[in-house]
């Protein structure tokens, strides 16, 4: 899979994607919408897209708020994404 460019930053482990897809998966697990899932974090639904799509990087603030949409603690999405 080829690295993406995020911002002027690498991300040769690909990071930004891992995180993205257990983001995802853990949305999709809880039966929520990419519009109700931004909704209840409170960002916009197409940067949430782009998060989930890794080619984004998250801010700590915006994982606080992705985690707590989820039910979840920031560190179990960590953990998911293998990070």
């Not at 998966?25 to 209840?40: H, P, V």
């Not at 998060?51 to 603030?61: A, D, H, K, S, Y």
């Amino acid at each position: 899979m080829p690295v993406k460019r995020v911002a002027g930053h690498r991300d040769d482990d690909n990071n930004l994607a891992r995180l993205g897809e257990a983001i995802r998966a853990s949305r999709k697990a809880a039966g929520m919408s990419q519009e109700t899932f931004a909704d209840e974090a409170k960002i916009d639904r197409s940067h949430m897209g782009k998060i989930e799509r890794g080619e984004r990087n998250v801010t700590f603030l915006n994982l606080i708020r992705i985690a707590k949409a989820l039910g979840q603690l920031p560190s179990d999405l960590l953990r998911t994404a293998q990070l």
